[in-house]
């Protein structure tokens, strides 16, 4: 993802509000992304992926947990853009 000052800003913003509720945060450099598979396990080979641009109309917070065996995700905040 190219760098964007709005999402950088958010990004900020919700740092200091974590961190001021007493949230402990990794120490590594933001970096957004999206996630397209995790534990993945194949015999294929990778291939590359064409760089695509994609509008956002919405951000969650998602909190991430095992139940059971299973990754579940939970949106906990969502933000709508402002038109």
Known sequence: ????????????????KLIA???SLEKRKYCPHVTLGREIRT?????????FGEPVSN???MKSERIGKKLTYTSIYSKGAEV
């Open 59 to 61: 951000i969650d917070l």
């Open 43 to 51: 015999d294929t080979m990778p291939r590359m992926i064409e760089p």
């Open 21 to 23: 509720s007493g949230f």
């Open 1 to 16: 993802m190219r760098e964007n000052k709005p999402l950088l800003a958010l990004h900020g913003d919700l740092t200091d």
